[in-house]
T-cell receptor, first 118, second 112 residues
């Protein structure tokens, strides 16, 4: 059982380049999330998808776009990379129990993508 | 509205106890606790839901005081494997969103 799989694990970009980070989960979870983690800042939500077909902005969405391709996959795109977007990016997913709201469900994280923008 | 974690860092000897606190300025439905080892992904420890329950996981337990909007994580008889950064994630009381707001983390180092 792979859980949450992120690709690539490492990437170096030049300023202005674009790229897409991929995320897939095999736990049949409804909700998926993209976070960035910077030293001393904790995890900050970029975008989330409550269910297939919906996406919404999180705390730090500027410079990013997302696509919920299907229930399994949620991608994050940087259209024109900037040095300020150098970070570790984590994808996560959570399920939904009929009796417990989404905010009561644990989040399962992928191994992260370490992105450097020069 | 990021929750405040304290202390920011703590160093323990094996077998010692520690308490990590998480305080929010907003009314909460849930508090999640995660541990992250260096270079790895955060790993879920436990969730506490509105109701003031206390949970345990081996020698790690937590409490949630919804009136004070605070949660505490208790690590007893610490082991080397407890080393890492601990994050609390808070879930708001209102609305149906499942989004969490994470604190900046508490770095725990357990020495032999």
């Amino acid at each position: 059982n792979a859980g949450v799989t992120q690709t690539p694990k490492f990437q170096v970009l030049k300023t202005g380049q674009s790229m897409t980070l991929q995320c897939a989960q095999d736990m049949n979870h409804n909700s998926m999330y993209w976070y960035r983690q910077d030293p001393g800042m904790g995890l900050r939500l970029i975008y989330y998808s409550a269910s297939e077909g919906t996406t919404d902005k999180g705390e730090v969405p500027n410079g990013y776009n997302v696509s919920r391709l299907n229930k399994r996959e949620f991608s994050l795109r940087l259209e024109s990379a900037a040095p300020s977007q150098t970070s570790v990016y984590f994808c996560a997913s959570s399920g939904q129990h009929i009796d417990v709201p989404r905010r009561g469900q644990p989040q399962h994280f992928g191994d992260g993508t370490r992105l450097s923008i020069l | 509205q990021q929750p405040v974690q304290s202390p920011q860092a703590v160093i323990l000897r094996e077998g010692e106890d520690a308490v990590i606190n998480c305080s929010s300025s907003k009314a909460l439905y849930s508090v999640h606790w995660y541990r992250q080892k260096h270079g790895e992904a955060p790993v879920f420890l436990m969730i506490l839901l509105k109701g003031g329950e206390q949970k345990g996981h081996d020698k790690i337990s937590a409490s949630f005081n919804e009136k004070k909007q605070q949660s505490s994580l208790y690590l007893t008889a610490s082991q080397l494997s407890y080393s890492g950064t601990y994050f609390c994630g808070t879930g708001p009381l209102g609305g149906s969103q499942g989004n969490l707001i994470f604190g900046k983390g508490t770095k725990l180092s357990v020495k032999p």
